[in-house]
């Protein structure tokens, strides 16, 4: 059985909490990222920023009369104000399957990955994970299906 260890990503990119929105836009931007950790000056985590928050953000920024007027102060707003506190975890050893469960139940596209004996973030896994590991799966199931037309 797999376990969420086998599949994180382990080049986890954190902010602080003082850190702004523009900060988060750029990381995400410079790293192909759609999560990033929110974590204290201990690196403990405290919550999560994800691009649909800042999406979100952006949408409410607009004003539907006159895009002119725009106002866009939310990019100098700390993440403290738009992030998710307290985000779902999951342990290095739990099952893939428990983390799947865990990010359908809560309708999110992924969990923060924090070892039993701290919250500090170890990994992070998210959907493109889990799509890597249906595609290898689809992949060693295709070989096994024409292997058996074969014989």
């Known amino acids: 059985m797999k376990k969420v260890a086998d599949l994180m990503s382990l080049d986890v990119h954190t902010l602080s909490s003082e850190h702004l ?16 950790p929110v974590v204290d000056e201990m690196g403990e985590l405290l919550g999560i920023v994800s691009d649909r928050d800042l999406k979100q953000q952006l949408q409410n920024s607009f ?33 893939v399957l428990e983390a799947v469960v865990m990010m359908l139940r809560h309708k999110i596209s992924s969990v923060v990955v924090v070892p039993l004996d701290s919250n500090k973030p170890a990994g992070i896994l998210t959907e493109t994970d889990l799509l890597r590991l249906l595609s290898q799966f689809l992949e060693g199931e295709y070989e096994i299906a024409s292997t058996s037309k074969k014989a």
């Not at 929105?21 to 990033?36: P, S, V």
């Open 21 to 36: 929105a523009y900060h988060a836009l750029i990381k995400m931007q410079e790293n192909q990222l759609r999560h990033i």
């Open 63 to 95: 004003d539907r009369e006159d895009i002119r007027s725009t106002d866009m102060e939310w990019m100098l707003k700390p993440l403290s104000e738009l992030m998710t506190r307290n985000p779902v975890t999951v342990r290095p050893s739990d099952p």
